[in-house]
């Protein structure tokens, strides 16, 4: 493997970074293609790689994530890749302490729900409460505002919050502090966690290589391990 600096410079948040990281550990070895991985919250990392100008591909939970930075020209048209899909789940600390088993129970008095107000998750609570009509029950009950899912979690880490609208792969990426409980397939949000070429790159070719690698079989099932799913 090359040595000195990294021949592919990666941005990732943070909840889709374990596959990712996962997944460029392979193509390193397999290509002999040095890769650094900057982990954050997504408007921050495009933040710096607009100051700095520099970066190769970059990866978040969302697409219009990837749709404004596209729009913003960080991102190179043509150049995004989905890697997998999550679904909406309510997560809740180990054990369960508020006893949440369904949609409705985010209803009763007392419970406190953390939501993201940024990130992937933005919007999510809205979209699946609406579906449910229990938008009014449910707002009610939102106690906490998070501005990424890193932030979003800790309240679940520490026990800050009865629940939290987020993904079913949360419970494979922190298996030690939380569970998911499903909600039922006519309730659920799917998003897809994307790759794009960052326009500043002056690795085309390897950018490329890279995006086409985590979405190889080898990288859906990496990816698969971690609660992600693929379309047929």
């Known amino acids: ?7 592919l410079r990666v941005y990732s948040a943070g909840a889709v970074a374990p596959p990712l990281e996962s997944s460029v550990r392979v193509f390193e070895k397999r290509f002999g ?3 650094g991985v900057t982990v954050g919250k997504p408007s921050n990392l495009l933040t710096a790689i607009a100051a700095s100008r520099t970066g190769d591909v970059f990866s978040s939970g969302a697409e219009y994530i990837l749709d404004d930075a596209e729009e913003s020209g960080l991102i190179v048209e043509g150049s995004r890749k989905s890697l997998g899909f999550r679904r909406s789940a309510i997560i809740v600390p180990t054990g369960n302490p508020a006893k949440i088993k369904t949609l409705d129970d985010l209803c009763k008095e007392g419970v406190r729900i953390g939501i993201a107000v940024d990130g992937c998750l933005k919007g999510v609570w809205d979209d699946v409460a609406s579906k449910a009509g229990l938008t009014d029950q449910i707002r009610r009950n939102i106690t906490h505002h998070a501005d990424a899912c890193g932030s979003l979690m800790s309240l679940i880490h520490q026990k800050t919050v009865d629940a939290v609208f ?8 922190w298996p030690n502090t939380c569970e998911a409980i499903e909600l039922p397939p006519e309730l659920q949000i799917h998003r897809s ?6 326009s500043y790159t002056s690795n085309t070719e390897l950018s ?16 698969s391990d971690y609660g992600w799913f693929h379309s047929k």
């Open 166 to 173: 987020g993904w079913n792969a949360f419970q494979n990426v």
């Open 193 to 198: 966690t994307v790759a794009g070429m960052i």
């Open 208 to 223: 490329r290589k890279l995006i086409d690698f985590l979405t190889s079989n080898e990288a859906r099932k990496i990816y």
């Open 1 to 7: 493997m090359a040595s000195g600096q990294p021949q």
């Open 33 to 35: 293609i040095r890769c």
